[in-house]
T-cell receptor, first 113, second 122 residues
């Protein structure tokens, strides 16, 4: 069975600094997708970035980028130039053939002014 | 694009009554919709997966007779909490997966989430 682990329950970062959130997963499948979602205080889940396992190139979306290490089963999220609006809960998610998500436990990120 | 709505956003009901929550994909057709439950400061727990025109598939430990799911069209799924009790109080979130991946520039694996419904049973 697939599992997703987020080992950092809480993190904080100064505004304009860079922060990296970690995520590791376990699977025996070769084709799958990985996602990072942001859940701000409004509790609306927002897709931040996705990574296809068959792509070696790391995904980037503006200030957000991932470091995808397939062999190590690691999928970390880097947020550059952190902004106050980045304060939220961040969830890592794994999806494969069933389309169901396996979520990690989340990392609560606080951006400090 | 890829907007999912939920109604109501907040509902209070008395113990023993039933409550229906609607989930709609507004600008795309959803092959599959998912229902989650989230407790404070915790991750999302998948309750069930519903495909249009088919019976929902429930996760282990979820009472299918208590949480009735109907997916009558490609844009609407409903969750009915029957004979609600205080322990059913929670935040319920739905998500939808698009029919065609290319239409939204997606892989077909992305889930688009509704804003959630806070249920309080008194």
């Amino acid at each position: 069975a697939q599992t997703v682990t987020q080992s950092q329950p809480e993190m904080s970062v100064q505004e304009a600094e860079t922060v990296t959130l970690s995520c590791t997963y376990d699977t025996s499948e070769n084709n799958y997708y990985l996602f990072w979602y942001k859940q701000p205080p409004s509790r609306q889940m927002i897709l931040v970035i996705r990574q296809e396992a068959y792509k070696q190139q790391n995904a980037t979306e503006n200030r957000f980028s991932v470091n995808f290490q397939k062999a190590a089963k690691s999928f970390s999220l880097k947020i550059s130039d952190s902004q106050l609006g980045d304060t939220a809960m961040y969830f890592c998610a794994f999806a494969s053939g069933t389309y169901k998500y396996i979520f990690g436990t989340g990392t609560r990120l606080k951006v400090l002014a | 694009g890829a907007v999912v709505s939920q109604h109501p956003s907040w509902v209070i009901c008395k113990s023993g009554t039933s409550v229906k929550i609607e989930c709609r994909s507004l600008d795309f057709q959803a092959t599959t919709m998912f229902w989650y439950r989230q407790f404070p400061k915790q991750s999302l727990m998948l309750m069930a997966t519903s495909n249009e025109g088919s019976k929902a598939t429930y996760e282990q430990g979820v009472e299918k007779d208590k949480f009735l799911i109907n997916h009558a069209s490609l844009t609407l799924s409903t969750l009915t909490v029957t004979s609600a009790h205080p322990e059913d109080s929670s935040f319920y979130i739905c998500s939808a997966r698009a029919v065609t991946a290319g239409g939204l520039g997606t892989s077909g694996y992305e889930q688009y989430f509704g804003p959630g419904t806070r249920l309080t049973v008194t």
